[in-house]
């Protein structure tokens, strides 16, 4: 079983950037899919972005392609989400999530990861 702390998280004024980073704890040799959620007050919870343990795979949102990337690092066990240009409606709480396998299709849904860190709060606002 593994287990995922994020931090990084803050406020920050329209068009600047946040990196987020998500800390696994536990073995993930066998391969896993990383995710970043993100849920806001009146949303579901909808995924992000996501990246296998590889790094041969990786999956982003429509809403923020072109602005948000994320990365591992497999010395420090860490995933990041570097975010840019960040807008007003970014503003969420952001989930690291992992499930064992590769990130399939569906990696958007929550309901496919079993394994979640406890959040962190991403607040975009002048």
């Known amino acids: 079983q593994i287990q995922l702390v994020e931090s990084g998280g803050g406020s920050v004024q329209p068009g600047g950037s946040l990196k987020l980073s998500c800390e696994v704890f536990g073995n993930t040799k066998s391969g896993y899919c990383l995710a970043w959620f993100r849920q806001s007050t009146f949303n579901e919870r909808e995924g992000v972005a996501a990246i296998h343990t590889s790094g041969a795979q990786t999956h982003y949102d429509d809403s923020i392609k072109g602005r948000f990337a994320i990365s591992r690092d497999t010395a420090k066990n860490t995933v990041y989400l570097q975010m840019n240009s960040l807008k007003p409606e970014d503003t969420a709480l952001y989930y690291c999530?992992?499930?064992?396998?590769?990130?399939?299709?569906?990696?958007?849904?929550?309901?496919?990861?079993?394994?979640w860190g406890q959040g962190i709060q991403v607040t975009v606002s002048s």
């Open positions: 999530a992992a499930d064992r396998g590769l990130c399939n299709g569906r990696w958007f849904r929550p309901e496919n990861f079993p394994t």
